[in-house]
């Protein structure tokens, strides 16, 4: 952590008075997993002394590392469900060793902003909220606000991998495979107007049978004007996503000459929409060495 490093609404500092954790760092803990998780999120580098400087802004100073640091991430990962009510999901830490062998070094804790709030602390019965570079505790209207708060949908992409067989012909081995390829609800609310436009590197494409075989796909697709534009699929109010389910869109097949796919990655360029939620862009690949560690059995 370069000095000089200055707190501030997604970054704190604390120092480590013990690694089985002190009631000062439990209550520290506590009071981070509350105030990120009922603002924009944010990290705590646990093994960092940053005092307030002449002008009144905590700014890291000294390095501290923590003896026992792997106890204390323990103690961390144990307490995350412990210390706030309701829980926070999607909570993670992780060691930066300074000394493996001695066990010494930094924690990190990432706290990221939470859709199914307020969250209160356990250890003081305190609903409290980052603003700028502190932890504030909540006013009246502030938790109300949470509580009514409009929970919004959260789309994914869904990929799952079926009829993975390694095949043989001629001596030469090859991945039979199917991809089934559709948007998962990660939110808390539904997913209406779904939308997901995607392109699919070659030598791989959208299997022509849709997920059954008879043309039949999850959403229905949107046409497209040029012929090497993504393959898009969006649907009106009659189909949602409910929070926590998947919906299956389509699948995606090697081509039929085999020697055009062995060992080329997937690689899967997407775009997905839907109301109430920002517009996801992003790629995902898949390595062919992956799909081959899962073949059941050889033909």
Same mark, same amino acid.
């Given at each position: 952590?370069?000095?000089?490093?200055?707190?501030?609404?997604?970054?704190?500092?604390?120092?480590?008075?013990?690694?089985?954790?002190?009631?000062?760092?439990?209550?520290?803990?506590?009071?981070?997993?509350?105030?990120?998780?009922?603002?924009?999120?944010?990290?705590?580098?646990?093994?960092?002394?940053?005092?307030?400087?002449?002008?009144?802004?905590?700014?890291?100073?000294?390095?501290?590392?923590?003896?026992?640091?792997?106890?204390?991430?323990?103690?961390?990962?144990?307490?995350?469900?412990?210390?706030?009510?309701?829980?926070?999901?999607?909570?993670?830490?992780?060691?930066?060793?300074?000394?493996?062998?001695?066990?010494?070094?930094?924690?990190?804790?990432?706290?990221?902003?939470?859709?199914?709030?307020?969250?209160?602390?356990?250890?003081?019965?305190?609903?409290?909220?980052?603003?700028?570079?502190?932890?504030?505790?909540?006013?009246?209207?502030?938790?109300?606000?949470?509580?009514?708060?409009?929970?919004?949908?959260?789309?994914?992409?869904?990929?799952?991998?079926?009829?993975?067989?390694?095949?043989?012909?001629?001596?030469?081995?090859?991945?039979?495979?199917?991809?089934?390829?559709?948007?998962?609800?990660?939110?808390?609310?539904?997913?209406?107007?779904?939308?997901?436009?995607?392109?699919?590197?070659?030598?791989?494409?959208?299997?022509?049978?849709?997920?059954?075989?008879?043309?039949?796909?999850?959403?229905?697709?949107?046409?497209?004007?040029?012929? @090497? =534009?993504?393959?898009?699929?969006?649907?009106?109010?009659?189909? !949602? #996503?409910?929070?926590?389910? %998947? /919906?299956?869109? +389509?699948?995606?097949?090697?081509?039929?000459?085999?020697?055009?796919?062995?060992?080329?990655?997937?690689?899967?360029?997407?775009?997905? @929409? =839907?109301?109430?939620?920002?517009?996801?862009?992003?790629?995902? !690949? #898949?390595?062919?060495?992956? %799909? /081959?560690?899962? +073949?059941?059995?050889?033909?």
């Amino acid at each position: 952590m370069h000095e000089k490093e200055q707190e501030n609404l997604h970054l704190e500092f604390k120092t480590v008075g013990s690694a089985s954790m002190k009631r000062e760092d439990r209550e520290n803990f506590a009071k981070a997993l509350s105030g990120f998780s009922n603002a924009n999120g944010g990290l705590v580098v646990w093994g960092i002394d940053a005092p307030r400087n002449d002008a009144q802004v905590n700014c890291a100073k000294d390095s501290k590392p923590i003896d026992g640091v792997s106890r204390f991430l323990s103690k961390l990962e144990s307490l995350t469900g412990q210390f706030v009510d309701p829980q926070v999901r999607g909570v993670r830490h992780r060691v930066v060793y300074v000394d493996e062998k001695a066990d010494k070094g930094f924690a990190v804790s990432l706290i990221p902003e939470s859709e199914t709030g307020p969250h209160m602390s356990a250890l003081d019965s305190r609903y409290w909220v980052r603003s700028g570079d502190s932890f504030y505790r909540m006013t009246h209207s502030q938790v109300s606000d949470r509580f009514f708060r409009k929970r919004k949908p959260r789309l994914g992409l869904y990929t799952e991998l079926s009829r993975v067989e390694l095949m043989r012909v001629h001596g030469e081995e090859y991945v039979s495979f199917e991809l089934i390829i559709g948007l998962a609800n990660e939110g808390t609310g539904l997913a209406k107007y779904p939308y997901l436009s995607l392109l699919i590197h070659v030598p791989y494409v959208v299997s022509s049978g849709g997920l059954d075989g008879w043309n039949h796909e999850g959403l229905p697709r949107i046409p497209k004007g040029r012929q @090497r =534009a993504p393959v898009t699929w969006g649907a009106g109010a009659d189909i !949602v #996503i409910h929070p926590g389910a %998947i /919906l299956e869109i +389509t699948k995606l097949k090697p081509p039929v000459d085999r020697s055009r796919y062995v060992g080329k990655d997937i690689v899967l360029e997407y775009e997905i @929409r =839907a109301e109430d939620m920002q517009t996801v862009r992003d790629k995902k !690949v #898949i390595r062919y060495s992956d %799909i /081959l560690d899962k +073949t059941p059995h050889v033909k």
